[in-house]
């Protein structure tokens, strides 16, 4: 069978990040990813993980906690990681847009700092490095969020960047896509 998104957001993230590494959750949400991140990068890498809400935050550090696992967690916008993350390079970055499941739906990443905070990250992404967006677009905010990421992605350099879009596109009611941007 063929993948589901995250499953296979997962594995392009895989690909990327060695041992010892450099990964971002620029929307740490419930901390699956930022834990994924983890797994990945080793004992010895380094995992930046960020969200506005303190929900999220707690949440993923519980989850870090309870697995033994240790991320630098941020209360800070994705548009700001630039102003935290250390390393010149980073290997690859995890954007799940939307809102906090289980939370406040009136609380959405934007079009515009996600955008911010993809302009940022593209910059320090190492040649072949990856950055994969789950793009969740079946609200009002999401929807607006989706037209403009599309716009920005198709215009990125195919010299310099790859962008690729896994979606499944017989399912109803606006099913989440990836945005995968892959750095020549």
Same mark, same amino acid.
């Given at each position: 069978?063929?993948? #589901?998104?995250?499953? *296979? !957001?997962?594995?392009?993230?895989?690909?990327?990040?060695?041992?010892?590494?450099? +990964?971002?959750? !620029?929307?740490?949400?419930?901390?699956?990813?930022?834990?994924?991140?983890?797994?990945?990068?080793?004992?010895?890498?380094?995992?930046?993980?960020? @969200?506005?809400?303190?929900?999220?935050? @707690?949440?993923?550090?519980?989850? %870090?906690?309870?697995?033994? +696992?240790?991320?630098?967690?941020?209360?800070?916008?994705?548009?700001?990681? %630039?102003?935290?993350?250390?390393?010149?390079?980073?290997?690859?970055?995890?954007?799940?847009?939307?809102?906090?499941?289980?939370?406040?739906?009136?609380?959405?990443?934007?079009? @515009? /700092?996600?955008?911010?905070?993809?302009? #940022? %990250?593209?910059?320090?992404?190492?040649?072949?490095?990856?950055?994969?967006?789950?793009?969740?677009?079946?609200? /009002?905010?999401?929807?607006?969020?989706?037209?403009?990421?599309? +716009?920005?992605?198709? +215009?990125?350099?195919?010299?310099?960047? *790859?962008?690729? *879009?896994?979606?499944?596109?017989?399912?109803?009611?606006?099913?989440?896509?990836?945005?995968?941007?892959?750095?020549?």
């Amino acid at each position: 069978m063929l993948p #589901g998104i995250l499953e *296979q !957001a997962r594995t392009f993230l895989k690909e990327v990040i060695p041992e010892g590494g450099t +990964a971002v959750d !620029a929307t740490a949400g419930n901390g699956y990813d930022t834990l994924f991140l983890t797994g990945c990068t080793g004992p010895e890498g380094k995992v930046y993980s960020f @969200d506005i809400q303190q929900q999220a935050v @707690d949440n993923t550090a519980f989850r %870090l906690k309870n697995a033994g +696992a240790e991320a630098e967690i941020i209360v800070s916008g994705h548009e700001h990681a %630039l102003h935290y993350i250390q390393e010149e390079v980073i290997d690859a970055a995890v954007f799940n847009l939307g809102y906090l499941p289980g939370s406040d739906k009136t609380v959405t990443t934007t079009p @515009d /700092t996600t955008i911010m905070a993809l302009e #940022g %990250l593209l910059k320090r992404l190492k040649k072949g490095g990856r950055i994969v967006l789950a793009v969740y677009h079946g609200h /009002t905010e999401g929807k607006v969020e989706k037209d403009r990421l599309l +716009a920005f992605s198709e +215009a990125l350099s195919q010299k310099k960047f *790859q962008v690729l *879009q896994y979606q499944f596109i017989n399912q109803k009611n606006s099913p989440p896509f990836l945005l995968i941007i892959e750095k020549k």
